[in-house]
């Protein structure tokens, strides 16, 4: 019976070690997906931060890119209404100087003409008259 005895001890320690082993599986494959959860949900924050970084830094890169526009686009718009300003004294400029010997070359003109007439309508009086006196017999006098 010795034997026997032996036989059942080692079934005995046997059975035990393979139900231990299997229960032991049995806790490790829980806690496998137990585990895997806790690592899909640590991705998700993961990936929760890295979407809420990179959210931010796109705002504040397009707030300050925006900034940026709009300090150029008030420098060139002053820019160019100071350079308008300047353009428009210079033909403001011009344009009262043209006016200016326009109108000097005009008054020297007219009393050229003016001369001109005098003297035209005096050689005219003097022909007229020498005319009239010729006519009624007198000498010239003129």
Do not use: Y
Not at 41 to 62: C, F, L, M, N, Y
Not at 92 to 116: E, L, N, R, S
């Amino acid at each position: 019976m010795n034997g026997k005895r032996w036989m059942g001890v080692l079934l005995a320690v046997g059975l035990g070690a393979g139900i231990s082993f299997g229960v032991a599986r049995g806790q490790t494959a829980g806690q496998d997906m137990k585990n895997a959860g806790t690592n899909v949900k640590d991705a998700g924050k993961d990936v929760g931060h890295a979407t809420a970084k990179g959210t931010r830094t796109a705002v504040h890169k397009t707030a300050e890119g925006t900034d940026k526009v709009e300090d150029k686009t008030a420098s060139g718009a002053k820019t160019v209404g100071h350079e308008t300003k300047e353009d428009a004294k210079v033909v403001g400029h011009d344009t009262k100087t043209a006016t200016k010997t326009a109108a000097h070359d005009t008054a020297h003109g007219a009393k050229v003409v003016g001369k001109d007439t005098k003297k035209g309508a005096t050689t005219a009086a003097h022909r007229t008259e020498n005319a009239g006196d010729a006519i009624a017999g007198k000498p010239e006098q003129h």
